[in-house]
């Protein structure tokens, strides 16, 4: 018995009266001691009887019947009333049903005496299996990609036209690059996963960088294409891909090759390359920055060409 229950100097009665009619409307008969010991989650019954100075009148206070606490029906009489009503239902009855139609007993003293309190474990005990519950299943639980709202032309237009990495979409839509990613694949869009390592910038992309933010013009840094190129700068709205070639590094025979790859698929993506050599950077940076911003203008004539 719970002992966190409270004594009886610190319920009021009315409460008391409230709980045992509760009970007894629980149990379809005015409970025994034992039962509304079980049964009550407020008090236990030995205080009730302190207060009312006895359990009848206790009973009898709250407008109960303290003679039809004791239900003499014997256990074979139960058992033959359960067959009956279940041979009249034609299946396992309810609590409410077996109260509906009985003779003798009630489904209260069936649960006590056969179910220790339980109407599913009684039906068992009497040889019959209980009905299943008609619970309703859980509506769908929407998945976190669901609860971002995107859309999905522009995020297809953002990763096949603009050509950005899921991370500078996720950036951009401020969200996580995984709803990007999946989502991009719930559209169709092939997606490539990024197995690089973000390269040390070079002075002569610092230099780029910094005339390109001088003049305010939108770039974005070390940008990934599909996943299997790096471009040193990229315009997204205009898809200029810009290159900072080393004089030396560049020359070799592996990398023109490697590089020519690079432009090859670039273009096949509707890309513009823009490539400058070290030299050029260091010389005059900003002639450099001219001929970007003339492809700039030419793509977007209704810029105001800063000066």
């Given at each position: 018995?719970?002992?966190?229950?409270?004594?009886?100097?610190?319920?009021?009665?009315?409460?008391?009266?409230?709980?045992?009619?509760?009970?007894?409307?629980?149990?379809?008969?005015?409970?025994s001691m034992a039962e509304f010991g079980h049964y009550s989650k407020v008090v236990h019954p030995h205080t009730?009887?302190?207060?009312?100075?006895?359990?009848k009148l206790f009973l009898t206070q709250a407008g109960l019947n303290p003679d039809a606490t004791v239900d003499r029906t014997t256990?074979?009489?139960?058992?033959?009333?359960?067959?009956?009503?279940?041979?009249?239902?034609?299946?396992?009855?309810?609590?409410?049903?077996?109260?509906?139609?009985k003779l003798k007993g009630c489904s209260a003293t069936v649960k006590v005496r056969f179910g220790k309190g339980s109407w599913?474990?009684?039906?068992?005990?009497?040889g019959y299996l209980p009905r299943p519950r008609n619970v309703q299943p859980p509506p769908p639980r929407k998945k976190g990609i669901d609860l971002v709202k995107l859309d999905e032309a522009k995020l297809r237009f953002m990763y096949e036209e603009e050509g950005l990495s899921a991370r500078a979409i996720a950036t951009r839509?401020?969200?996580?690059?995984?709803?990007?990613l999946l989502r991009?694949?719930?559209?169709?869009?092939?997606?490539?996963?990024?197995?690089?390592?973000?390269?040390?910038?070079?002075?002569?992309?610092?230099?780029?960088?910094?005339?390109?933010?001088?003049r305010r013009i939108p770039f974005m840094r070390q940008q990934p294409i599909d996943g299997l190129y790096v471009v040193?700068?990229?315009?997204?709205?205009?898809?200029?891909?810009?290159?900072?070639?080393?004089d030396y590094w560049h020359k070799l025979p592996e990398v023109q090759e490697r590089d020519k790859r690079k432009d090859k698929y670039l273009k096949g993506r509707r890309y513009l390359i823009l490539r400058f050599?070290?030299?050029?950077?260091?010389?005059?940076?900003?002639?450099?920055?001219?001929?970007?911003e003339d492809e700039w203008d030419r793509i977007r004539p209704r810029r105001k060409k800063t000066v």
């Open positions: 018995m719970d002992n966190t229950r409270g004594s009886y100097v610190d319920i009021p009665r009315k409460l008391l009266i409230d709980e045992v009619r509760r009970v007894a409307h629980e149990l379809g008969k005015p409970p009730c009887a302190t207060k009312f100075h006895g359990w256990d074979a009489e139960l058992q033959q009333e359960f067959r009956r009503i279940h041979d009249l239902l034609g299946r396992t009855p309810t609590r409410k049903e077996f109260d509906k139609c599913s474990e009684a039906c068992k005990v009497l839509l401020k969200c996580s690059p995984r709803t990007v991009l694949r719930r559209i169709g869009v092939q997606v490539r996963r990024h197995y690089y390592l973000q390269p040390q910038e070079t002075t002569p992309e610092s230099l780029l960088y910094a005339e390109l933010e001088r040193d700068a990229l315009i997204p709205g205009a898809k200029i891909a810009i290159e900072c070639d080393g050599w070290e030299s050029e950077l260091k010389s005059d940076v900003a002639a450099c920055v001219d001929r970007i």
